[in-house]
C-alpha cells in the first residue's frame, strides 16, 4: 500500500488559472493534486503507487527524477479547468481527450470522465506515458507514434478492485472493447497495417493496443525478446536496431499470425446498458441509479452462474437476465432486501410480471445465482433452490442490476458450442522488457 500524506491547500499554476481549493497528497513516488473528494484523491494516490510498480518491472527502469522530487500527477473535476491548466504548463491542448502528457513541465495531466473505469484508464495512461518517457527515452517522443500510444493503452486495459491492480488485463466485459474495434478495423480494410507500422496512416488506438499486445503477451510470448529489441530502437535507447520486419518476420506471413490471434484475444462479454466493468478474473461490477443495467456473454450459452455480493445498506436488486433478444425484448430475475424474487418480461418495450416468489436466506450476505437454458426453457437457482421453468426464447443469458450498483464474483457459463474456454486469463503481471 502507498505511504502517503494528505495535504489541503490552495493549487496555483501561473497567472492562467485561478487558483482552487485542491487535495494534494504525496506518495513514495508522486505528488498528486486532484480536485474533487479526498476519497477519490486518496483512490487515484494508492492505483499511482501499485502502478508505479509495474511500470517499474514493465519497462525495467526508473524514471529519471531530480533528488527529493516526485512525479507530478494532477487531475480536475472539468475540460475547461483541465485545458486551462494544460496551457499554463505548457502544453497545447487537444480535443477529444480524456488526458496528457506535458514533456516540458513532466507533468501527466486528466479529468474527470463519464465512467470511473475510463477516468481510471486515463489516469493509468497518462502515468504510463510520463514513466516511459522519464525511465527509457529521456523525456522524447518515441520513434513511432503507434508504439507510443500502443504501450500505454495495453498498460491502461486493467482490472481494479480498490485493493488489487492488473495491468495489461485482458477484462470479462469492456465499454470501448479495443478488440472487437481492432479485428474490425484490420478484417474490414479500414487500416492498411503496412502503413499504420510506419506512421503513414492515422492513428487508431484499437489497433495499436492490439499491436502492443500481440507482441508482448501473444503468440506463446514467442515475440517478446524481439519487441525488447525493437522497443529499444523506438525509445531511443540504441541508435540502431531492427525494423518492424527485421524483428518480427515478412510483413505478409506476421499479419496472418496477428490477424489470426486477434481473432481469438476477444473480451468475452458484452455491455446492454449502464457501466460494467471487470474487477478481476471472474468478478464483475456493474448498475447505476438511471435503471436496469445489463451484461452478457457475446455469444450464446447454455448456462450462466455467479455469486451475488449483497450491498450493506440502501435500496437494492439485481440477479441474471434469462432471456435477450434486444433492449426492447428480453427477461429479468431480481432478488429484492426483501427477499422478494420478482421475474419480469419486457415484450416490444412493454414490461409486464412473469412471476414473484420468496427468495431464500442470503448465505454469508450472498445469493449463488445460475440459471440455464435449453429447448425453450429456462431455470433458475437461488441458493440451490429450484425456480420454474419458464418459457422463454433464445439462449443468452446475463448479468442485471436493478437502479445500483452492485458486484459479482465467480462468474462463469457455458458455451452453446464450447470451442473454447468460458473466459481468458485477465492478465498481468507485466512482462519485463529488457
Known amino acids: 500500500m502507498a505511504r502517503a500524506s494528505f495535504l489541503f491547500a490552495p493549487l496555483f499554476v501561473a497567472g492562467a488559472l485561478a487558483a482552487e481549493h485542491v487535495h494534494v497528497i504525496e506518495t513514495e513516488h508522486y505528488r498528486l493534486y486532484a480536485e474533487g473528494s479526498r476519497r477519490d484523491a486518496e483512490e487515484m494516490a494508492l492505483l499511482l503507487e501499485s502502478a508505479w510498480v509495474q511500470f517499474r518491472q514493465f519497462f525495467d527502469a526508473t524514471p529519471e527524477v531530480p533528488k527529493g522530487d516526485k512525479l507530478q500527477v494532477r487531475f480536475f473535476l472539468t475540460k475547461e479547468r483541465f485545458d486551462e491548466a494544460v496551457k499554463a504548463l505548457g502544453g497545447v491542448p487537444q480535443g477529444d481527450v480524456?488526458?496528457?502528457?506535458?514533456?516540458?513541465t513532466k507533468t501527466a495531466c486528466l479529468y474527470r470522465l463519464q465512467a470511473p473505469l475510463w477516468?481510471?484508464?486515463a489516469l493509468l495512461h497518462e502515468a504510463c506515458h510520463q514513466f516511459h518517457f522519464l525511465a527509457r527515452t529521456g523525456n522524447r517522443k518515441p520513434l513511432r507514434l503507434w508504439y507510443e500510444e500502443g504501450v500505454a493503452q495495453y498498460v491502461d486495459e486493467h482490472t481494479w478492485d480498490g485493493r488489487n491492480l492488473v495491468l495489461g488485463a485482458l477484462p470479462l466485459v469492456s465499454l470501448e472493447d479495443n478488440a472487437a474495434a481492432a479485428?474490425?478495423?484490420?478484417?474490414?480494410?479500414?487500416?492498411?497495417?503496412?502503413?499504420?507500422?510506419e506512421d503513414r496512416t492515422p492513428m487508431d488506438c484499437s489497433v495499436a493496443w492490439a499491436?502492443?499486445?500481440f507482441l508482448v503477451a501473444g503468440n506463446n510470448g514467442k515475440s517478446l525478446a524481439n519487441f525488447e529489441a525493437?522497443?529499444?530502437?523506438?525509445?531511443?535507447?540504441?541508435?540502431?536496431g531492427p525494423t518492424f520486419a527485421q524483428a518480427f518476420g515478412h510483413f505478409s506471413e506476421f499479419r496472418v499470425r496477428f490477424v489470426r490471434w486477434l481473432r481469438k484475444e476477444q473480451v468475452p462479454w458484452m455491455v446492454v446498458c449502464g457501466p460494467w466493468e471487470a474487477t478481476g478474473r471472474r468478478r464483475l461490477r456493474g448498475g447505476a441509479e438511471g435503471g436496469v443495467s445489463m451484461c452478457l456473454p457475446k455469444r450464446s450459452v447454455i448456462e450462466v452462474a455467479a455469486t451475488l455480493k449483497l450491498p450493506h445498506s440502501g435500496s437494492w436488486g439485481g440477479g441474471l437476465l434469462l432471456h435477450f433478444a434486444d433492449r426492447n425484448n428480453l427477461t429479468v430475475a431480481q432478488v429484492y432486501p426483501d427477499r422478494t424474487l420478482r421475474i419480469?418480461?419486457?415484450?416490444?418495450?412493454?414490461?409486464?410480471?412473469?412471476?414473484?416468489?420468496?427468495a431464500p436466506p442470503a448465505r454469508g450476505g450472498a445469493y449463488q445465482l445460475r440459471a440455464t437454458c435449453g429447448l425453450g426453457r429456462v431455470h433458475l437457482w437461488i441458493n440451490e433452490r429450484l425456480y420454474g421453468p419458464w418459457h422463454l426464447p433464445g439462449a443468452r443469458l446475463g448479468l442485471c442490476a436493478d437502479r445500483c450498483e452492485l458486484s459479482f464474483s465467480d462468474v462463469r457459463w457455458k458455451y452453446a458450442r464450447p470451442d473454447r474456454e468460458d473466459t481468458p486469463e485477465v492478465g498481468g503481471p507485466l512482462p519485463r522488457l529488457r
Not at 480524456?98 to 516540458?104: I, N, Q
Request: hydrophobic content about 35%; some cysteine; glycine content about 12%.
Open 344 to 358: 419480469h418480461r419486457k415484450t416490444n418495450g412493454k414490461i409486464v410480471p412473469l412471476a414473484q416468489r420468496n
Open 183 to 197: 479485428a474490425k478495423a484490420l478484417e474490414s480494410g479500414a487500416v492498411d497495417l503496412a502503413g499504420f507500422v
Open 98 to 104: 480524456g488526458g496528457c502528457y506535458v514533456r516540458k
Open 211 to 213: 499491436l502492443v499486445r
Open 230 to 240: 525493437f522497443a529499444k530502437r523506438m525509445d531511443g535507447v540504441r541508435s540502431e
Open 119 to 121: 477516468t481510471r484508464k
